[in-house]
């Protein structure tokens, strides 16, 4: 008989989720920058091994809702914890010890409420100076009855993650795969090269800008002679943003191409041709009609 469940990874932004999930699937499948609120919408990964499929939902960070696209975020991290059979709350463990808790007003009732078998995943554990400073919020998780199991790990580093995974695959309920076992993610490659080219913008710029910042295919073409073409509208909210994103010279969009496409054609396997355009939407964060175009 084959296990199958699927779990759903929440947090706070930036407390290692898309690591996590990185680190799960030994690939690059989750954007992954410094700055928080870097995923926006729910990223899955599937990991089959042998007879358990594990389906991996990563959420982005937690937070109270400022504008319309948090609210749309929000919404993917409900939808995910409703779907899931088993919950894994990712924690930065030095902010925990700093905050003197565990457990998180900003997710603590979300989680509660699915009543799911939850694991408490403590991160970024190489941060931590000494380990020991840890065991207090083990034992404040496991007095508060709210988690199956705890462990602490370094996502980034790759530490522990194989004891999570086994972890998992024990909680998982009897019945048959949901994805071919070949499979990696149900979502498409133009999905992920946008997400690529997201994060080229997150990492070269600071404060406002990648907030502002969406990205939209237009063109996806496969080539089987020789390069791949791919379009894509670089989308901010104001002109400023659009001269900052094109740079002196086009320098800056000529730097975001170049990071982007290196990861793009890491992933794909194929040399691409990557053009970008860059677009103003004005206040698209907060204009319903914009973000449903965008997928939220
Ligand atoms: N030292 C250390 N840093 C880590 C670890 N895991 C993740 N990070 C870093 O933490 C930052 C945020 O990582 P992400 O994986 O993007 O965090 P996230 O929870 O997905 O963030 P959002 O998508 O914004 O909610 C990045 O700079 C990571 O390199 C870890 O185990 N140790
Ligand atoms: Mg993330």
């Known amino acids: 008989m084959t296990r199958c469940a699927t779990i759903a990874i ?5 407390s290692g989720k898309s690591t996590l999930l990185n680190a799960i699937m030994q690939m690059h499948l989750s954007i992954v920058t410094a700055k928080p609120q870097t ?11 042998d007879d358990v499929q594990l389906i991996f939902l990563d959420t982005p960070g937690m937070l109270k809702p400022r504008y319309k696209l948090q609210r749309s975020m929000m919404g993917f991290v409900e939808e995910s914890l409703d779907e899931a059979d088993i919950i894994c709350v990712v924690v930065d463990t030095k902010k925990a010890i700093e905050r003197k808790t565990v457990l998180d007003p900003l997710w603590l009732e979300a989680v509660k409420k699915r009543k799911r078998p939850t694991v408490l995943v403590l991160n970024k554990m190489d941060a931590v100076g ?8 083990m034992e404040e998780a496991r007095l508060s009855g709210m988690f199956e199991k705890a462990i ?14 086994v ?13 071919d076992p070949e499979a990696a ?3 498409t490659d133009r999905f992920f090269v946008g997400e ?10 600071t404060e406002e800008v990648p907030y502002a910042t969406e990205v939209m295919i237009t063109e ?3 080539n089987p002679e020789g390069k791949w073409y791919i379009g894509a509208d670089v989308i901010v909210e104001r002109d400023n943003q659009k001269a900052i994103i094109i740079g002196a010279k086009g320098a800056a969009l000529k730097k975001i191409g170049e990071t982007a496409r290196a990861t793009i054609e890491e992933y794909l396997g194929h040399a691409v041709y990557l053009e970008l355009y860059v677009k103003v939407r004005s206040d698209w964060r907060n204009d319903k009609a914009q973000l449903n175009s965008m997928g939220y």
């Open 167 to 179: 972890m998992l695959r024990e909680l998982a309920p009897e019945g048959p795969f949901a994805f």
């Open 10 to 14: 929440v947090g706070r932004p930036n």
């Open 130 to 137: 000494i380990r020991k400073e840890a065991l207090p919020l």
């Open 152 to 165: 602490a790990i370094s996502a980034k580093d790759n530490k522990y993650v194989d004891e999570l995974l």
């Open 39 to 49: 995923t926006r919408k729910r990223i899955l990964g599937i990991d089959t091994t």
């Open 185 to 187: 993610s149900d979502q």
């Open 220 to 222: 996806f073409k496969e």
């Open 196 to 205: 690529f080219i997201r994060e080229s913008v997150f990492k070269q710029f």
